[in-house]
């Protein structure tokens, strides 16, 4: 394969017009004869530029309403024609190479999006043409040059104004990305469709389930050094979402970084009021909210002062000087999370080096969307975890009641445990974690180790409130509860021993709230 390659003829047919003015006129600069269809031929012919109409090219007709217009011989056998090996056939058909493709595909996706969107409009929506020119030019790419977004057009015409032009790697680039183009196209419209009934009926979940990533970088290992790994995003990730983060200082993030990271995000996406959040193995290890901050911060690490080394600290307000520096001053943190970043708190962060500084700009958002995991040969696919209560509401099953201040101590706890792995026991008390126990087979022992790490922070749980994030199946786990004076319980309800675990919190003159709505998190 040899790198000499130049542009005498393209094809521009783009439902996209975004900069294709700007990339004719260069192309017409270069004296490249330009092919174009309906919309697209156009524009261009009403800005001046030299356009060949595709229906002059082929000398057939574009019909059914443009269903039919590059569906000829003579624009596919341009596009796949092998320069020369097939150059004979070529001529005696009168096929003329063409050396550069520009197309990108109808509106699928923004089409199926709208709420009245019908299953006629959707079809109409399908682009035929396209796909198969794409392919195309990307199977021979040895002679043919494809662009399938605005943003490749400067890039583009820059190689081509070089005396190289457009190498084979750069045309092999270009094929990967039509390749990619077609099948994210491809995916769209197999989802679409496979959530839909021909009545007008949506699924839940669609027939076939299609989804893509883009990689956005090699990791240096998984979760362990001999594992290896790699980050993938969305291809356009929503605005608030971890993995639209922008990396300001640091050395590379790792696998556990960003798994970690993201439950941070995710946890302190609960609070409106400002939060930070902890977490350590994938778990909250502090958490708190105050009128600062910096405060929470403070709180947050009052928790647990041994697991918080090595943390991932999260916050929902931005990262400001002081909050900054009490966090390098006081512990080692592998990465700092914030919707944004205040002037001259990065100059106090780089004094930690390797400390990753992550903006999440328009976040955290609360959870939506569907929850991907994978299992040995296939995929289990969950909406979020999103609704806090049950439909009956919060319900105090128990002789004493819960006024506002114990509420509100009651509802932090649970928007706390829904983050924290399963078997799941919050401790807390004016919107701080005191203890926090986390997967573990039984929750009595969750509860245990809740309370050796407020024992260990010298924290008293006196009067605190207590989280659990599924039933209590006995008794034990409520006198547990009041042997070290903890004042109310919220959890789900819904025990075969309800009964016996009310009359538990009524000996102890503790208050419970049910909730109706368990919290597992595996």
């Not at 004719?24 to 001046?48: F, M, N, P, Y």
């Not at 006024?403 to 706390?416: G, S």
């Amino acid at each position: 394969m040899t790198d000499a390659f130049r542009v005498r003829r393209a094809l521009i047919s783009v439902s996209d017009k975004t900069d294709v003015i700007d990339l004719a006129r260069g192309l017409q600069a270069l004296d490249v004869e330009i092919l174009s269809t309906g919309g697209t031929a156009k524009l261009l012919a009403e800005q001046g530029i030299s356009v060949r109409d595709i229906a002059d090219y082929t000398g057939f007709p574009e019909m059914m309403d443009g269903r039919v217009k590059t569906l000829h011989p003579r624009v596919h056998g341009g596009l796949l024609g092998r320069r020369g090996q097939d150059d004979a056939v070529m001529a005696s058909h009168g096929i003329q190479p063409i050396d550069l493709l520009v197309v990108n595909l109808y509106p699928f996706e923004a089409t199926v999006a709208r709420a009245d969107c019908t299953l006629e409009e959707a079809i109409e929506n399908i682009d035929i043409g396209g796909p198969a020119m794409l392919r195309a030019a990307a199977k021979n790419y040895a002679g043919v040059a494809v662009l399938t977004a605005p943003d490749q057009y400067a890039d583009c015409l820059q190689a081509l104004n070089k005396p190289d032009g457009l190498s084979a790697a750069y045309r092999f680039d270009l094929a990967v990305e039509a390749f990619n183009h077609v099948a994210r196209y491809d995916a769209a419209i197999s989802n679409a469709l496979s959530s839909r009934s021909i009545t007008g009926e949506t699924l839940p979940y669609p027939r076939q389930l299609n989804r893509y990533w883009q990689k956005a970088a090699d990791l240096r290992y998984g979760e362990n050094p001999h594992q290896s790994a790699a980050f993938y995003q969305e291809l356009n990730p929503a605005a608030g979402s971890f993995a639209s983060f922008r990396q300001h200082q640091g050395k590379a993030l790792s696998y556990n970084n960003l798994a970690d990271a993201d439950a941070a995000w995710a946890c302190v996406g609960a609070f409106d009021a400002p939060a930070c959040v902890i977490v350590k193995h994938a778990n909250p290890c502090g958490v708190a909210i105050a009128e600062r901050v910096l405060d929470a911060y403070d709180r947050a690490y009052q928790t647990d002062p041994v697991s918080v080394f090595g943390g991932i600290i999260a916050l929902n307000r931005p990262l400001d000087v002081d909050t900054a520096r009490a966090i390098v001053d006081r512990q080692f943190v592998e990465v700092i999370l914030a919707p944004s970043i205040e002037s001259g708190a990065l100059a106090v962060t780089a004094a930690r080096a390797n400390v990753r500084v992550l903006e999440i700009a328009d976040g955290p958002q609360p959870a939506s969307g569907t929850r991907l995991q994978t299992i040995d040969g296939g995929l289990l696919v969950q909406d979020e975890d999103t609704t806090l209560i049950g439909a009956d509401g919060l319900r105090c099953v128990t002789d004493k009641a819960v006024d506002a201040d114990l509420q509100a101590d009651l509802e932090f706890v649970w928007r706390v445990a829904r983050y924290v792995k399963s078997n799941a026991i919050v401790y807390g008390r004016h919107g701080q974690t005191l203890g926090i126990g986390a997967g573990q087979m039984s929750r009595v022992d969750s509860a245990r180790i809740g309370l050796r790490k407020a024992e260990d922070a010298g924290l008293s749980l006196q009067g605190a409130v207590l989280a659990s994030d599924a039933f209590f199946p006995f008794r034990d786990g409520i006198d547990q509860a009041a042997s070290v004076g903890v004042s109310a319980i919220i959890q789900p309800g819904g025990s075969m021993r309800d009964d016996e675990v009310i009359a538990a919190a009524n000996e102890h003159g503790i208050a419970m709230l049910f909730t109706g709505q368990r919290h597992f998190r595996h």
